[in-house]
């Protein structure tokens, strides 16, 4: 069962920054918040992980709410290469180390 | 570094026959993780190993099983094929499989059974 709940789809113009949304209200204290997309077809692609505080990379940022109930993705500056299927996922930790990745939100980034 | 590498990329079946899968994980990644995507499923979890042994296991029937060699690498097996396993299989790599160890997925092995 996934611990996650994001949007099915969502559009974002191109130079936009694209912020997709996840909610994680059961995540416990030591669980992380994983970000993976999948551009069609292909493997799953690392883009960033976090905690408890905010993260940045040279991918995005991730902005973790202070109760860890939710978070957002955040690409500054989208590029049609950016449109993809994006999972936001909870490491299981209790059952070791498998990801249950969800539906994820499907990211379209209009030219 | 190279990036996590499975073979074949491509593989067709009729029904009852088996096939054998094969990942290489990153260079000193010793956790080795296996994942069925379906249209209809989705990304499920198959099983993970460790060290030459599995360590965690998803909700799948026997006829699914993995073996994970000396150095690292893993192979994924599937006897009896049947229509509805027909799928991407990917394999993903971290360095301990720890929660904090991020994993690097493959590009799969997209497996169609006839």
């Known amino acids: 069962d996934a611990k996650t709940t994001q949007p099915t789809s969502m559009d974002c113009a191109e130079g936009r920054a694209a912020n997709l949304p996840c909610n994680h209200s059961?995540?416990?204290?030591?669980?992380?918040v994983y970000w993976y997309r999948q551009i069609h077809s292909q493997g799953p692609q690392y883009i960033i992980h976090g905690l408890k505080n905010n993260e940045t990379n040279e991918m995005a940022s991730l902005i973790i709410t202070e109760d860890r109930k939710s978070s957002t993705l955040i690409l500054p500056h989208a590029t049609l290469r950016d449109t993809a299927v994006y999972y936001c996922i909870v490491r299981v930790e209790d059952t070791g180390n498998q990801f249950y990745f969800g539906t994820g939100t499907s990211l379209t980034v209009i030219p | 570094k190279a990036g996590v590498t499975q073979t074949p990329r491509y593989l067709i079946k009729t029904r009852g026959q088996q096939v054998t899968l094969s990942c290489s994980p990153i260079?000193?990644?010793?956790?080795v993780s296996w994942y069925q995507q379906t249209p209809g499923q989705g990304l499920q979890f198959l099983f993970e190993y460790f060290s030459e042994t599995q360590r965690n296991k998803g909700n799948f029937p026997g006829r699914f099983s993995g073996r994970q060699f000396s150095n690292s690498r893993s192979e994924m097996n599937v006897s009896t094929l049947e229509l509805g396993d027909s799928a991407l299989y990917l394999c993903?790599?971290?360095?301990?499989?720890?929660?904090?160890?991020?994993?690097?997925f493959g590009p799969g092995t997209r497996l169609t059974v006839l």
């Open positions: 993903a790599s971290s360095f301990s499989g720890r929660p904090t160890d991020t994993q690097y």
């Open positions: 059961t995540i416990s204290g030591n669980e992380y």
């Open positions: 260079s000193g990644h010793r956790s």
